[in-house]
């Protein structure tokens, strides 16, 4: 599988990682990690419409800025971010709590095919053949934290391991950032607790840049080319908040047959993007 291993004395070594209290003593390497400045964004397993929405835009915004991505190959949160970043045609890293020949969660093996095949690096501080284990995912945090300027939580309720990772952040003196959401949402409790102890608030991408005092080339978006009066219709509707089918169905006044024929022709032609439960926003 041309796994890499670099020990802490090499070159290629991430060299914010090499800092950190207790740095791993080498990590397997599968594709090749980026020398960009990386920020790292986690969050729950079980996002929100809103999460996966916030998240997706936050981590687009980011990789077509120059960043390259960390997160854990998670489902939810993670796996926004990592696909968000090879949507960019970015990069991106996956810390993994396993061998890195293990594809795991086996539900993210696409997206793990991706980054392997150019778009940056799946990495582990155990060896080949280590099956996931519980212990592994804590430990591995540290990684993700260490290896990043910044770390930012998207989505985690209380008890989530994203708050594990924000603590190891803290630790390494590194800026902790946090989207805040609804007060009554389970899911936001974690970064609203975060800004509360002193996390900084972000909105989107240009907050990021705006806290860390760099000057990136921001992201240029792009308004996707409509084919039909059915699709500019959709568009337009999109352009303001991700909707749900039923929602599209409501606010056009077109039938389902209809919708879900418009639909599929622009997902398949890359204009939007469904982010989970029939919920749909612009690519």
């Given at each position: 599988m041309n796994i890499q291993y670099i020990d802490k004395s090499s070159k290629s070594y991430p060299s914010l990682l090499?800092?950190?209290?207790?740095?791993?003593?080498?990590?397997?390497?599968l594709g090749k990690i980026p020398d960009l400045p990386m920020i790292a964004i986690v969050g729950t397993r079980l996002?929100?419409?809103?999460?996966?929405?916030?998240?997706?835009?936050?981590?687009?915004?980011?990789?077509?800025?120059g960043f390259c991505l960390v997160s854990g190959l998670a489902l939810g949160i993670d796996s926004i971010v990592h696909q968000a970043a090879i949507d960019a045609k970015g990069y991106t890293v996956a810390v993994l709590g396993c061998?890195?020949?293990?594809?795991?969660?086996?539900?993210?093996?696409?997206i793990y095919a991706d980054i392997i095949g150019g778009r940056g690096a799946v990495i582990s501080e155990?060896?080949?053949?280590?099956?996931?284990?519980?212990?592994?995912?804590?430990?591995?945090?540290?990684i993700i934290a260490g290896m990043s300027i910044a770390l930012i939580v998207t989505e985690a309720d209380s008890k989530s391991g994203s708050l594990i990772s924000a603590n190891f952040a803290l630790q390494q003196?590194?800026?902790?950032?946090?989207?805040?959401?609804?007060?009554?949402?389970?899911?936001?409790?974690?970064?609203?607790?975060?800004?509360?102890?002193?996390?900084?608030l972000?909105?989107?991408?240009?907050?990021?840049?705006?806290?860390?005092?760099?000057?990136?080339?921001?992201?240029?978006?792009?308004?996707?080319?409509a084919d039909s009066k059915e699709e500019a219709n959709l568009i337009e509707l999109l352009e303001a908040q991700a909707l749900s089918t039923e929602?599209?169905?409501?606010?056009?006044?077109?039938?389902?047959?209809?919708?879900?024929?418009?639909?599929?022709?622009?997902?398949?032609?890359?204009?939007?993007?469904?982010?989970?439960?029939?919920?749909?926003?612009l690519n």
């Open positions: 090499g800092e950190i209290s207790s740095p791993p003593k080498g990590l397997y390497v996002p929100t419409d809103y999460g996966r929405v916030v998240t997706y835009k936050l981590a687009k915004g980011l990789a077509q800025a061998g890195v020949d293990e594809v795991y969660p086996r539900a993210n093996r696409q155990y060896p080949p053949q280590t099956r996931p284990f519980k212990s592994y995912f804590p430990a591995r945090n540290r003196n590194k800026q902790v950032m946090a989207v805040p959401g609804n007060i009554n949402s389970p899911k936001s409790v974690g970064p609203n607790n975060l800004i509360k102890l002193g996390a900084n972000i909105g989107d991408y240009s907050d990021v840049l705006a806290l860390l005092d760099l000057q990136l080339p921001a992201a240029k978006k792009v308004k996707p080319k929602q599209l169905i409501e606010k056009t006044g077109l039938e389902a047959a209809q919708i879900a024929s418009v639909i599929s022709l622009m997902e398949i032609t890359g204009k939007i993007r469904n982010i989970g439960s029939g919920v749909w926003m």
